[in-house]
């Protein structure tokens, strides 16, 4: 069964391995499979679950509220969040205004079938909206009982450093951070961590299999496996495509015998390599059949030793992205419309 780990610096609880519908839910796979993967995933003792408000264009939170139906609310934690526009994206209807971020809360409340959401995240950094007023926004949902704990996503250090202050003055707790975050890609290790650590925030992160590469199953010099996420036409290639050349491939074929040695698929070793950071709270994963939650649990508490961390490293050599200014340069520098 799957560990729980504190989320920052608060009494809740989360499952070290997380339910995330990105790209799945409403979108890449049929609503009958949907529900068969959160089964399975409550199934192995997943208990928390991770959505957006923008995935699927709303899709994925209604498939999430369907899927938990009848499932105890207090057995479960339930994670959205809110900045992308959705609906028919007029001015008001992306960001993080007051507006926006109290009509969206109750549009995610509704399609997810419950009163409140355990963790309400901002999806991004607004650059147009005071952040004092997003702050006051998110404290307001707290204190109407529509969410329990905030978030964000992709925020630099000095974003949280400057959110996090604001929290305090409000009376409400700001616990956790979700950035991408993999063998391959570590910007947030320099800068981003060390000050969560500091302001008692964790780290939710997504994608640590690199979309699908640490699986392994796309082979350098082969043509892509069909129906995989580069093949994706709707989104999952773009996603993908900066891991998508010889070298990295390549490289990630040679972690194979590490995994072999700890006696776990090259997906288990990239899910529990990300578990090995003190400050990461969770792992998110997705799925497209039940199978594949399934195996991915099985990375819930293990340890992988010193040297095999020196060797992954060793493997990989400049295929990992470290830079921690790329987590700015990727940052939206006006609302999305």
């Given amino acids: 069964m799957v560990n729980h780990r504190y989320l920052g610096n608060s009494g809740l609880k989360i499952s070290e391995i997380t339910y995330g519908n990105w790209l799945t839910h409403g979108s890449q796979v049929e609503n009958e499979t949907a529900l068969a993967c959160v089964r399975a995933a409550l199934d192995a003792g997943i208990t928390s679950f991770d959505t957006a408000d923008v ?19 207090e057995s479960v ?44 995240q901002a999806h991004r950094y607004d650059t147009e909206t005071p952040l004092e007023e997003t702050m006051q926004a998110f404290a307001d949902v707290v204190r109407s009982g529509k969410a329990l704990y905030i978030g964000v996503s992709e925020w630099t250090a000095e974003q949280l450093r400057a959110g996090h202050a ?21 910007v ?6 060390p000050a969560s650590k500091e302001l008692g925030i964790s780290q939710i992160v997504w994608s640590p299999v690199a979309q699908g590469v640490l699986t392994g199953k796309y082979l350098p010099g082969q043509p892509l496996p069909e129906g995989s996420r580069a093949t994706d036409e709707k989104g999952g290639a773009s996603t993908i495509s900066g891991f998508m050349n010889e070298q990295t491939l390549t490289r990630v074929q040679h972690l194979r015998p590490i995994a072999d040695e700890l006696e776990l698929s090259l997906a288990q070793l990239a899910v529990a390599w990300v578990l090995q950071n003190d400050n990461v709270a969770a792992a998110l994963i997705g799925a497209s059949r039940p199978e594949q939650v399934a195996e991915n649990v099985k990375a819930s508490g293990v340890t992988i030793p010193a040297e095999l961390l020196t060797r992954i490293d060793d493997v990989l050599g400049d295929s990992v992205e470290r830079n921690p200014g790329v987590t700015a340069e990727r940052s939206p520098q006006t609302r999305p419309v």
């Fill in 188 to 193: 947030i290790e320099d800068e981003v961590v």
């Fill in 77 to 120: 934690e339930i994670f959205t969040k809110v900045y992308w526009p959705t609906g028919p994206k007029g001015p008001n209807d992306s960001g993080l205004s007051r507006k926006h971020i109290l009509e969206s809360i109750n549009g995610s409340l509704k399609r997810l079938r419950t009163d409140h959401v355990d963790l309400y």
């Fill in 166 to 186: 604001l929290s305090k003055e409000l009376g409400f707790q700001l616990i956790s951070s979700q950035p991408q975050y993999s063998m391959l890609w570590r």
């Fill in 55 to 73: 995935y699927a264009n709303t899709m994925a939170e209604t498939v999430l509220g369907k899927a938990l139906k009848g499932e105890r609310r």
